[in-house]
């Protein structure tokens, strides 16, 4: 296992195009988060997994995204109708459980123009 | 709302000095502390974490200290290096992991 991965790497979009984001976790790994990165600012939280539940769901995160993670294994992030205050990098990350290393991956950086 | 407060925003240092970055949090029910390293272009990278239940933890050249009653957590590094540089992120959280805003960290040679 290598780590998190994301794909794609980069997307640029059209306002008002829906885009989707894959994460692949460390396998073992039964929290999933994603985070939402922009220019100079620290990751900001937008959902969490354990296992295939979602247990939370930040105020940042508007009806347009929703998040999944069907088997308890990979996620995908979805964002409907794109705004240009979309842009943004996507970061996903892993642990095993509560309070332990969180692997990030090298994220999605979406660009919405 | 849980918040975390990370100072200084940018940090210049030579290389061989030490580099000190503080941060403070406010949801007391907080017991993991984590910090990220983020080169750019690349996901965070965790340094080093402490629970708190421990004051003190050191790994090699870094260091971090815990003060609950004061809701404070700061990261040392010693004899830094140009390969230092970059942004260092704090974190506090329980089930979820709140960052500061970043700290640029520059290693003059």
Redesign the interface.
């Known amino acids: 296992d290598t780590g998190?991965s994301q794909n794609p790497r980069h997307k640029i979009t059209k306002r008002g195009q829906n885009v989707t984001f894959r994460c692949d976790p460390i396998s073992e790994h039964n929290r999933l988060?994603w985070?939402r990165q922009t220019l100079?600012?620290?990751?900001?939280?937008l959902t969490?997994f354990q296992n295939e539940a979602q247990?939370?769901k930040s105020r940042l995160l508007s009806d347009r995204f929703s998040a999944e993670r069907p088997k308890g294994s990979f996620s995908t992030l979805e964002i409907q109708r794109t705004e240009q205050g979309d842009s943004a990098m996507y970061?996903c990350?892993s642990s095993f459980e509560?309070?332990t290393?969180?692997?990030?991956?090298?994220?999605t950086r979406l660009t919405v123009v | 709302g849980e918040n975390?407060e990370?100072h200084p925003s940018t940090l210049s240092v030579q290389e061989g000095d030490s580099a000190v970055i503080k941060c403070t949090y406010s949801d007391s029910a907080s017991?993991?502390f984590?910090w990220?390293k983020q080169e750019l272009?690349?996901?965070?990278?965790?340094i080093i974490?402490i629970?708190s239940n421990v004051g003190e933890k050191k790994d090699q050249r870094i260091a971090v200290t815990l003060n609950k009653t004061a809701k404070h957590f700061s990261l040392h590094i010693t004899e830094t290096q140009p390969e230092d540089s970059a942004v260092y992120?704090c974190?506090s959280?329980?089930?979820?992991?709140?960052?500061?805003?970043?700290t640029r960290l520059k290693v003059l040679a």
Do not use: S
Not at chain 1, 40 to 45: K, L, N, T, W
């Open positions: 998190v988060y985070y100079g600012q620290g990751p900001e939280f969490y247990l939370e970061l990350a509560v309070n290393e969180a692997f990030f991956g090298q994220g | 975390v990370q017991n993991y984590p990220y272009g690349k996901g965070p990278q965790l974490d629970r992120f974190a959280g329980t089930y979820k992991y709140i960052f500061g805003t970043g």
